[in-house]
Nanobody, 127 residues
Framework: QVQLTESGGGLVQAGGSLRLSCAASGRTFSSYAMGWFRQAPGKEREFVAAINWMGDSAGYADSARGRFTISRDTATKNTGYLQMNNLKPEDTALYYC???????????????????WGQGTQVTVSS
């Protein structure tokens, strides 16, 4: 069983920055992709960003590209990060970290490919 714990959420003004962290523990896979998703009130969960096991390839939603950067710890690979800059009120949501068993060069855009999920961390951006 893999446990994912997010941290780093909070309240920030528009234009500000936050850095989310996701720590994986327990019986982790030999290699797994890590993704970030978010869900705003009354909306479906949506993809934000994902990164492969090697940490050398990543994908972003259009809404995140150019403002958000996903990364993971290069040593242990069991901690992931989402650096969010130039935040907008529409970025307000509960942000989830997820892990998917994958080959070392693969990541996924769809939530159905992710096996394990964290509890989420709230990000609120005020205008």
């Amino acid at each position: 069983q893999v446990q994912l714990t997010e941290s780093g959420g909070g309240l920030v003004q528009a234009g500000g920055s936050l850095r989310l962290s996701c720590a994986a523990s327990g019986r982790t896979f030999s290699s797994y992709a890590m993704g970030w998703f978010r869900q705003a009130p009354g909306k479906e969960r949506e993809f934000v960003a994902a990164i492969n096991w090697m940490g050398d390839s990543a994908g972003y939603a259009d809404s995140a590209r150019g403002r958000f950067t996903i990364s993971r710890d290069t040593a242990t690979k069991n901690t992931g990060y989402l650096q969010m800059n130039n935040l907008k009120p529409e970025d307000t949501a509960l942000y989830y970290c997820a892990a998917a068993p994958a080959t070392s060069r693969t990541y996924y855009y769809t939530s159905g490919r992710y096996t394990y999920w964290g509890q989420g961390t709230q990000v609120t951006v005020s205008s």
